[in-house]
């Protein structure tokens, strides 16, 4: 996009990290107003030719990769921000929370009817969960997206994602809905999609997920809004990063002395298992669980490698005495992580857990 004569852009901020920009429609002031918070990925990445489609840096800041998004000024007046540029395996809690933070703020204005967030796809997933967990007061749309192909590549997917996003986040019709993801002409739920192609553009996965796509760029929902059920209002303190919690993978020949090492040394808070199958652990690290929750009071959310299904409740291991273990209903072992961050985080008991995990859908 050329800085055209009906655009007036203002920097109201130089410090790359935290720069703020806005591009206003003069003409048409009536337009919805829409915030982008930037954060990296691969839609902020650059390779060093065009055919490059791995290897690629994140070195591309909101206010270039905005120049690639055509027709802007008829659609939204719109704002954008760069909170942080990196890729999205660097994210941690205490960059979800920072960015949290930063949507609170741009919600309290009172001005935006929208927000888009560029992201990394790697942890999109997680984030997108976290968010949907933490903003369940605001009917605003919130609309994650970002790229498979950097923006030096032929045929690079950023742009038309990220206008695509913005679509969404200026639509009345996506009131309502929660925070979605947008990629691929895809719209989905960000809490339970899931990045299901290691390398291709139609990345992101979810039975549970879908919501509504694009053709010739007009939005098709095929519902009426709704959230994903099970919410709950969680008290989040942005100062404090949450609790360790440890993924736990099952397979052929699990090492049952990773659990210990998880809880002793690690210091983790609480455990989920990705297990096989529907759940399923070898008995020893079952037993040992148990003791992990007898001696030391550390929850074991039962999730699961396999892509789609749940671990249903009738597949909980049954040892005297082991309350500690819950399923994740159909969270998987990464979305189930953050949720048990949240309890943590918000001191619940054992049943609380247990209760917070059974509004999940098939908790
Ligand atoms: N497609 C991507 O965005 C992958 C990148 N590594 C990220 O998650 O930041």
Redesign the pocket.
């Known amino acids: 996009m050329t800085k055209g004569d009906n655009l007036e852009i203002i920097n109201d901020d130089l410090n790359l990290e935290h720069s703020a920009f806005s591009i206003r429609s003069q003409c048409s002031s009536n337009l919805p107003k829409i915030k982008i918070l930037a954060t ?4 902020a ?1 650059k390779g060093t030719t065009a055919s490059q489609t791995a290897g690629y840096k ?1 070195d591309l800041t909101i206010d270039e990769l905005i120049q690639s998004v055509p027709d802007i000024s008829g659609i939204c007046d719109l704002q954008y921000e760069q909170i942080m540029n ?4 660097e994210m941690d809690s205490k960059h979800f929370l920072t960015l949290y933070h930063s949507i609170v703020k741009t919600l309290s204005t009172g001005i935006y009817d929208g927000i888009v967030i560029t ?6 997933e997680e984030t997108s969960f976290f968010l949907q967990c933490a903003l369940t007061e605001t009917d605003i749309p919130i609309v994650i997206s ?3 192909r950097p923006s030096s590549s032929i045929s690079a997917d950023g742009p038309m994602n990220l206008y695509q996003a913005i679509r969404i986040a200026a639509c009345k019709q996506s009131i309502g809905r929660g925070v979605l993801v947008s990629l691929n002409d895809q719209i989905s739920s960000g809490y339970y999609i899931t990045k299901a192609n290691a390398n291709s553009l139609d ?1 992101f996965n979810g039975r549970q997920g879908y919501l509504g796509n694009f053709v010739n760029n007009e939005i098709y929902y095929y519902y009426p809004p709704t959230k994903p059920l099970g919410l709950y209002n969680w008290n989040i303190n942005i100062n404090t990063s949450l609790d360790e919690v440890t993924i736990l993978y099952g397979h052929q020949g699990f090492n049952k002395k990773l659990i210990m090492l998880a809880v002793r040394e690690l210091n983790s808070k609480g455990l989920v298992f990705a297990g096989c199958g529907a759940g399923s652990m070898a008995k020893e690290a079952n037993e040992l669980a148990s003791e992990m929750w007898k001696n030391y009071n550390i929850p074991i959310i039962y999730s699961k490698r396999s892509i789609d299904g749940l671990v249903p409740k009738a597949a909980l291991p049954k040892i005297d005495g082991f309350t500690g273990a819950v399923s994740a209903g159909y969270l998987n072992p990464q979305k189930a992580r953050i949720l048990l961050q949240l309890c943590l985080n918000n001191k619940l008991d054992i049943h609380q857990i247990r209760k917070v995990f059974e509004g999940v859908c098939g908790g």
């Open positions: 990296g990925g691969t839609i990445s994140v990196i890729d999205s395996s992201h990394g796809t790697d942890t999109m970002g790229s498979m990345t």
